[in-house]
């Protein structure tokens, strides 16, 4: 494989990773993934190919992100996080071209919570501990700690209250 050792992480040669950003010990970047200045990455997660982390994301340890996912300034994902092949996350919640902003908000990610493939998570949010957000969903509001939610927009499927951490 042509994975260089940086800080006892393993960045293919083909990222791209801006400094100053820090990425923690045992983690892994895949080929083609940016990953920009002031970042923070945790330690032991695995960073899947062709993915784009913005400004300033918070990233904790043990996370799992697959390939094709954009995570945008404003994004915290806490640890032992799962985020499914191309989800998204946006950041301003009236985008216009005309009218650019650098007023971000804020996206919480809790511990244990797993996202799907393809789902979209509108800025603002909050997505419990140990949360599940199904294959596709579109989430437009907070999800509680240990809810299953699918669809569009999101609706809570049930909720588990056993394994929150």
Known sequence: MDFELRNLSKIHRTAVVDEPCTIGEGTVVWHFTHIREYAKIGKNC???????????????????????????????????VFVGPSAVFTNVRKPRSWKPT???????????????????????????????????????RNVPDGALVVGNPARIKKIESEGIV
């Open 102 to 140: 650098r007023e971000y908000l804020t996206t919480v990610v809790k511990r244990g919570a797993s996202i799907g493939a393809n789902a979209t998570i509108l800025c603002g949010t909050i997505i419990g501990r140990n949360a599940m957000v199904g294959c596709g969903t579109v989430v437009l």
């Open 46 to 80: 695995t960073i899947g190919q062709n993915c784009y982390i913005a400004n300033g994301v918070v990233i904790g340890d043990n996370v799992k992100i697959q390939n094709n996912v954009s995570i945008y300034e404003g994004v915290i994902l806490e640890d032992d």
